[in-house]
């Protein structure tokens, strides 16, 4: 994601309708999935549990407290993936935690997209499949000797 990403932001457009906190995102797959399981799942329990022609004011409490136990998973998935995507952005991990005498990598290089360690011999990173710009470390003359090639 290219932009920073609000994790309040969007949880609080997922509350206010199925899979908007997603899109705001730019997490395509997500979004539709949240609106064809929140609209799927509404039109099955109205089906199933309400009276033809009835208000959506007046929908009874089997249809209502699913549909918004669904909207509420909803924003939780849609506030962590922009945690996630927020620490990517700002080059730690979300939920880190520093622990003393430990210092997670040290001394090995990192991607500056989603900040995860990286092969030294690969022009991208394996995690994020960002390019790294930068070349890939040769192979030493004893690497090459060793295979029997000259």
Do not use: Q
Request: net charge negative.
């Amino acid at each position: 994601m290219g932009k920073r990403v609000r994790p309040v932001v969007a949880a609080l457009l997922a509350l206010a309708i199925a899979g908007l906190g997603h899109v705001y995102l730019r997490s395509w797959g997500r979004a539709a999935g949240w609106f064809a399981m929140i609209l799927g799942g509404g039109l099955a329990l109205a089906g199933a549990f309400a009276e033809p022609g009835v208000a959506v004011s007046e929908l009874p409490p089997v249809v209502v407290y699913p549909l918004v136990g669904l909207f509420i998973l909803s924003a939780v998935d849609a506030y962590l993936i922009a945690r996630r995507s927020r620490a990517a952005a700002a080059g730690t991990h979300a939920g880190d935690v520093a622990v003393p005498g430990f210092d997670r990598g040290a001394g090995e290089p990192t991607c500056p997209h989603c900040g995860h360690e990286i092969d030294p011999t690969l022009d991208f990173c394996h995690w994020c499949t960002e390019p790294l710009d930068r070349d890939p470390v040769p192979e030493s003359d004893a690497d090459r000797n060793s295979d029997g090639l000259a």
